[in-house]
Protein backbone atom coordinates (compact mmCIF):
# COMPACT_ATOMS: atom_id res chain seq x y z
CA UNK A 1 0.00 0.00 0.00
CA UNK A 2 1.06 3.58 -0.79
CA UNK A 3 2.25 5.79 2.23
CA UNK A 4 -0.42 8.23 3.62
CA UNK A 5 0.44 11.54 3.14
CA UNK A 6 -0.07 14.19 6.07
CA UNK A 7 1.09 17.22 4.58
CA UNK A 8 1.55 20.49 5.88
CA UNK A 9 1.82 23.43 3.76
CA UNK A 10 3.01 27.03 5.58
CA UNK A 11 4.03 30.56 4.29
CA UNK A 12 3.17 33.84 5.15
CA UNK A 13 -0.36 35.33 3.96
CA UNK A 14 0.14 35.44 0.19
CA UNK A 15 2.61 33.24 -0.26
CA UNK A 16 0.89 30.99 -2.45
CA UNK A 17 -0.36 28.31 -0.05
CA UNK A 18 -3.90 28.51 -1.18
CA UNK A 19 -3.13 28.21 -4.77
CA UNK A 20 -0.45 25.29 -4.26
CA UNK A 21 -3.19 23.28 -2.09
CA UNK A 22 -5.70 23.26 -5.01
CA UNK A 23 -3.01 21.73 -7.01
CA UNK A 24 -1.72 19.32 -4.88
CA UNK A 25 -5.11 17.82 -3.85
CA UNK A 26 -5.75 17.30 -7.75
CA UNK A 27 -2.91 15.32 -8.30
CA UNK A 28 -2.16 13.62 -4.69
CA UNK A 29 -5.87 12.94 -3.66
CA UNK A 30 -5.14 14.08 -0.12
CA UNK A 31 -7.93 16.46 1.40
CA UNK A 32 -7.28 20.05 1.87
CA UNK A 33 -7.86 20.98 5.45
CA UNK A 34 -7.64 24.93 5.20
CA UNK A 35 -8.05 26.49 8.73
CA UNK A 36 -8.82 29.98 6.98
CA UNK A 37 -11.61 28.29 5.09
CA UNK A 38 -13.59 26.56 8.01
CA UNK A 39 -13.50 29.90 9.60
CA UNK A 40 -15.04 31.85 6.77
CA UNK A 41 -17.59 28.93 6.67
CA UNK A 42 -18.14 29.18 10.36
CA UNK A 43 -18.47 32.82 9.80
CA UNK A 44 -20.67 32.90 6.59
CA UNK A 45 -23.10 30.32 8.66
CA UNK A 46 -23.12 32.30 11.82
CA UNK A 47 -21.77 29.76 14.19
CA UNK A 48 -20.64 30.63 17.69
CA UNK A 49 -17.30 29.70 16.65
CA UNK A 50 -17.35 32.37 13.56
CA UNK A 51 -19.14 34.91 15.48
CA UNK A 52 -15.76 34.51 17.98
CA UNK A 53 -13.38 34.11 15.15
CA UNK A 54 -14.59 37.32 13.06
CA UNK A 55 -13.65 39.54 15.91
CA UNK A 56 -9.76 38.24 15.63
CA UNK A 57 -9.82 37.70 11.52
CA UNK A 58 -11.40 41.03 10.86
CA UNK A 59 -8.67 42.78 12.91
CA UNK A 60 -5.61 40.64 11.13
CA UNK A 61 -5.58 38.83 14.57
CA UNK A 62 -4.76 35.33 15.09
CA UNK A 63 -7.92 33.49 16.32
CA UNK A 64 -7.13 31.78 20.39
CA UNK A 65 -5.25 28.41 19.72
CA UNK A 66 -7.72 26.81 21.92
CA UNK A 67 -10.59 27.55 19.66
CA UNK A 68 -8.33 26.49 16.65
CA UNK A 69 -7.04 23.70 17.79
CA UNK A 70 -10.31 22.00 18.60
CA UNK A 71 -11.55 22.95 14.87
CA UNK A 72 -8.41 21.41 13.39
CA UNK A 73 -8.61 18.35 15.13
CA UNK A 74 -12.05 17.02 14.24
CA UNK A 75 -11.15 18.16 10.76
CA UNK A 76 -8.58 15.79 10.78
CA UNK A 77 -10.55 13.23 12.75
CA UNK A 78 -12.83 12.67 9.90
CA UNK A 79 -10.53 11.94 7.50
CA UNK A 80 -9.99 8.48 8.31
CA UNK A 81 -7.83 6.87 6.21
CA UNK A 82 -7.69 9.52 3.65
CA UNK A 83 -4.36 11.35 3.29
CA UNK A 84 -4.56 15.36 4.48
CA UNK A 85 -2.82 18.46 3.55
CA UNK A 86 -2.98 21.23 6.73
CA UNK A 87 -3.12 24.79 5.43
CA UNK A 88 -2.79 27.47 7.37
CA UNK A 89 -2.27 25.16 10.63
CA UNK A 90 -0.11 25.70 12.99
CA UNK A 91 0.47 28.44 12.91
CA UNK A 92 1.90 28.63 16.78
CA UNK A 93 4.08 26.64 18.49
CA UNK A 94 1.66 25.70 20.99
CA UNK A 95 -0.77 24.48 17.31
CA UNK A 96 2.21 22.42 16.25
CA UNK A 97 2.82 20.52 19.47
CA UNK A 98 -1.01 19.92 20.14
CA UNK A 99 -0.79 18.21 16.55
CA UNK A 100 1.89 16.43 16.70
CA UNK A 101 -0.06 14.89 20.25
CA UNK A 102 -3.31 14.01 18.18
CA UNK A 103 -1.53 12.44 15.35
CA UNK A 104 0.98 10.29 17.20
CA UNK A 105 -0.63 7.43 15.71
CA UNK A 106 -0.27 8.55 11.92
CA UNK A 107 2.17 12.25 11.94
CA UNK A 108 3.29 14.37 9.64
CA UNK A 109 5.60 13.60 6.66
CA UNK A 110 6.42 16.66 4.91
CA UNK A 111 5.88 20.33 5.21
CA UNK A 112 6.30 22.56 2.64
CA UNK A 113 7.97 26.24 3.65
CA UNK A 114 6.73 28.40 0.54
CA UNK A 115 9.07 31.68 1.24
CA UNK A 116 8.30 35.21 -0.16
CA UNK A 117 9.73 38.92 0.65
CA UNK A 118 6.98 40.97 2.89
CA UNK A 119 7.53 43.10 0.21
CA UNK A 120 6.03 41.19 -2.68
CA UNK A 121 2.99 40.08 -0.75
CA UNK A 122 1.36 43.47 -0.82
CA UNK A 123 0.54 43.38 -4.07
CA UNK A 124 -1.03 39.92 -4.31
CA UNK A 125 -3.04 40.30 -1.50
CA UNK A 126 -4.55 43.79 -2.95
CA UNK A 127 -5.51 42.09 -5.89
CA UNK A 128 -6.71 38.46 -4.88
CA UNK A 129 -9.96 37.78 -5.53
CA UNK A 130 -11.62 34.39 -4.29
CA UNK A 131 -14.59 32.09 -4.78
CA UNK A 132 -16.30 32.08 -1.67
CA UNK A 133 -18.11 28.59 -2.69
CA UNK A 134 -15.44 26.30 -3.39
CA UNK A 135 -12.39 28.46 -1.81
CA UNK A 136 -10.09 28.82 -4.96
CA UNK A 137 -8.10 32.09 -5.65
CA UNK A 138 -7.18 34.20 -8.74
CA UNK A 139 -5.51 37.29 -9.23
CA UNK A 140 -6.13 40.28 -10.97
CA UNK A 141 -2.89 40.56 -12.42
CA UNK A 142 -0.85 36.80 -11.79
CA UNK A 143 -3.91 34.38 -12.36
CA UNK A 144 -7.18 35.68 -13.99
CA UNK A 145 -10.40 33.90 -14.18
CA UNK A 146 -11.56 32.69 -17.94
CA UNK A 147 -14.59 35.06 -17.71
CA UNK A 148 -14.05 37.89 -15.24
CA UNK A 149 -15.18 38.16 -12.12
CA UNK A 150 -16.38 34.49 -12.24
CA UNK A 151 -14.94 31.07 -10.49
CA UNK A 152 -13.58 28.61 -13.26
CA UNK A 153 -14.85 25.94 -11.23
CA UNK A 154 -18.50 26.37 -9.89
CA UNK A 155 -19.24 29.62 -11.71
CA UNK A 156 -19.57 31.47 -8.07
CA UNK A 157 -19.15 35.37 -8.39
CA UNK A 158 -16.07 36.43 -7.09
CA UNK A 159 -15.06 38.43 -3.54
CA UNK A 160 -12.63 40.27 -2.19
CA UNK A 161 -11.90 39.07 1.19
CA UNK A 162 -12.46 41.54 4.20
CA UNK A 163 -9.07 40.81 5.22
CA UNK A 164 -7.33 41.56 1.93
CA UNK A 165 -6.48 45.14 2.87
CA UNK A 166 -3.07 46.63 3.16
CA UNK A 167 -3.30 47.76 6.54
CA UNK A 168 -4.81 44.23 7.90
CA UNK A 169 -1.79 42.18 6.00
CA UNK A 170 0.50 44.69 8.23
CA UNK A 171 -1.07 43.27 11.27
CA UNK A 172 -0.97 39.67 9.61
CA UNK A 173 2.15 39.65 8.63
CA UNK A 174 3.84 40.89 11.83
CA UNK A 175 1.78 37.96 13.14
CA UNK A 176 3.29 35.81 11.06
CA UNK A 177 6.87 36.59 11.93
CA UNK A 178 6.54 36.36 15.97
CA UNK A 179 3.94 33.43 15.78
CA UNK A 180 4.58 31.51 13.43
CA UNK A 181 7.69 31.39 11.63
CA UNK A 182 9.58 29.70 14.86
CA UNK A 183 7.99 26.59 13.40
CA UNK A 184 10.23 26.88 10.00
CA UNK A 185 13.28 25.91 12.97
CA UNK A 186 10.92 23.22 14.68
CA UNK A 187 10.11 21.61 11.78
CA UNK A 188 13.21 22.04 10.38
CA UNK A 189 15.32 20.24 13.27
CA UNK A 190 12.63 16.97 12.98
CA UNK A 191 13.68 16.85 9.43
CA UNK A 192 10.21 17.78 7.90
CA UNK A 193 11.08 20.89 5.93
CA UNK A 194 11.42 21.48 2.51
CA UNK A 195 11.06 25.33 1.47
CA UNK A 196 10.28 26.75 -1.84
CA UNK A 197 10.58 30.05 -3.45
CA UNK A 198 7.23 31.16 -3.55
CA UNK A 199 8.21 34.11 -5.88
CA UNK A 200 8.35 31.94 -8.99
CA UNK A 201 5.69 31.29 -11.31
CA UNK A 202 2.53 28.91 -10.42
CA UNK A 203 4.01 25.74 -12.12
CA UNK A 204 7.71 26.16 -11.30
CA UNK A 205 6.32 26.04 -7.95
CA UNK A 206 4.18 23.00 -8.00
CA UNK A 207 6.68 21.26 -9.89
CA UNK A 208 9.43 21.58 -7.56
CA UNK A 209 6.70 21.08 -4.59
CA UNK A 210 5.19 17.51 -6.90
CA UNK A 211 9.18 16.21 -6.61
CA UNK A 212 8.85 16.71 -2.92
CA UNK A 213 6.36 14.94 -2.43
CA UNK A 214 6.41 11.72 -4.89
CA UNK A 215 10.12 11.16 -3.12
CA UNK A 216 8.08 10.61 0.05
P1 LIG B 1 -3.89 33.71 4.33
O1 LIG B 1 -4.33 32.84 3.15
O2 LIG B 1 -3.91 35.16 3.98
O3 LIG B 1 -2.58 33.23 4.89
P2 LIG B 1 -5.90 32.29 5.89
O4 LIG B 1 -7.04 32.15 4.98
O5 LIG B 1 -5.04 31.08 6.10
O6 LIG B 1 -5.00 33.54 5.47
O7 LIG B 1 -6.39 32.77 7.33
C1 LIG B 1 -7.21 33.93 7.46
C2 LIG B 1 -7.28 34.34 8.92
O8 LIG B 1 -7.89 33.28 9.69
C3 LIG B 1 -5.95 34.58 9.61
O9 LIG B 1 -5.48 35.92 9.39
C4 LIG B 1 -6.30 34.33 11.08
O10 LIG B 1 -7.00 35.43 11.64
C5 LIG B 1 -7.28 33.17 10.98
N1 LIG B 1 -6.58 31.86 11.05
C6 LIG B 1 -6.45 30.94 10.07
N2 LIG B 1 -5.74 29.88 10.48
C7 LIG B 1 -5.39 30.14 11.77
C8 LIG B 1 -4.62 29.44 12.75
N3 LIG B 1 -4.05 28.26 12.50
N4 LIG B 1 -4.49 30.02 13.99
C9 LIG B 1 -5.04 31.20 14.28
N5 LIG B 1 -5.76 31.92 13.39
C10 LIG B 1 -5.94 31.40 12.16
P1 LIG C 1 -2.12 32.17 0.54
O1 LIG C 1 -3.14 31.04 0.60
O2 LIG C 1 -0.74 31.74 0.92
O3 LIG C 1 -2.56 33.38 1.32
P2 LIG C 1 -2.92 32.42 -2.29
O4 LIG C 1 -2.68 31.06 -2.85
O5 LIG C 1 -4.32 32.81 -2.03
O6 LIG C 1 -1.99 32.63 -0.97
O7 LIG C 1 -2.20 33.46 -3.25
C1 LIG C 1 -2.26 34.87 -2.98
C2 LIG C 1 -2.51 35.62 -4.29
O8 LIG C 1 -1.35 35.51 -5.15
C3 LIG C 1 -3.67 35.05 -5.11
O9 LIG C 1 -4.30 36.13 -5.75
C4 LIG C 1 -2.98 34.12 -6.12
O10 LIG C 1 -3.73 34.01 -7.33
C5 LIG C 1 -1.64 34.81 -6.36
N1 LIG C 1 -0.53 33.86 -6.53
C6 LIG C 1 -0.33 32.67 -5.91
N2 LIG C 1 0.84 32.09 -6.29
C7 LIG C 1 1.42 32.95 -7.16
C8 LIG C 1 2.67 32.94 -7.91
N3 LIG C 1 3.53 31.93 -7.79
N4 LIG C 1 2.93 33.99 -8.71
C9 LIG C 1 2.06 35.02 -8.81
N5 LIG C 1 0.88 35.11 -8.14
C10 LIG C 1 0.55 34.08 -7.32
ZN1 LIG D 1 -15.55 28.21 -7.03
Known amino acids: MEKKLNIIIMGPPGAGKGTQSELIVKKFGVKHLSSGDMFREAISN ?22 TINLVKEAISKCGKQGYLLDGFPRTLIQ ?21 DDSKLVERIVSRRVC ?3 GASYNLISKKPLVDGI ?12 DDTEESLKTRLKA ?7 LV ?16 NI ?3 FDEISKILEGK
Open 46 to 67: KTPIGLEAKSYIDKGLLVPDSV
Open 96 to 116: AEALAEFTKESPITSVINIEA
Open 132 to 134: PHC
Open 151 to 162: CDNCHTKLVQRA
Open 176 to 182: YHSMTQP
Open 185 to 200: EYYSKQGLLHSIDGLQ
Open 203 to 205: SVV
